[in-house]
């Protein structure tokens, strides 16, 4: 995991999970706001969930070695203190 870490640009991923969440919120907002999202930035792929640890667990299910981008959906990033997780 330390390399992982260390190999890692988190302003990154920071920065395409803003994006690709600007391009999904449509099928989320505001039906599930409060609920979470973690965005695997390199392929896209969104894993829903009601709890932010539920989003991680089910995104680590496919990318066990990555780092993921999550939001509260309905909020602004700055409420959200946007998280991100690393892989174990």
């Given at each position: 995991?330390?390399?992982?870490?260390?190999?890692?640009?988190?302003?990154?991923?920071?920065?395409?999970?803003?994006?690709?969440?600007e391009q999904v919120k449509?099928?989320?907002?505001?039906?599930?706001?409060?609920?979470?999202?973690?965005?695997?930035?390199?392929?896209?792929?969104?894993?829903?969930?009601?709890?932010?640890?539920?989003?991680?667990?089910?995104?680590?299910?496919?990318?066990?070695?990555?780092?993921?981008?999550?939001?509260?959906?309905?909020?602004?990033?700055?409420?959200?203190?946007?998280?991100?997780?690393?892989?174990?």
């Open positions: 995991m330390d390399d992982l870490i260390k190999n890692v640009d988190i302003e990154k991923i920071a920065k395409e999970g803003a994006k690709i969440y449509d099928k989320y907002e505001p039906k599930y706001n409060g609920k979470f999202l973690a965005i695997e930035i390199g392929s896209k792929d969104v894993f829903f969930a009601e709890t932010s640890a539920d989003a991680v667990v089910l995104a680590r299910k496919k990318y066990s070695k990555k780092i993921f981008y999550v939001v509260k959906i309905g909020f602004e990033a700055a409420e959200t203190l946007a998280q991100m997780f690393f892989a174990r």
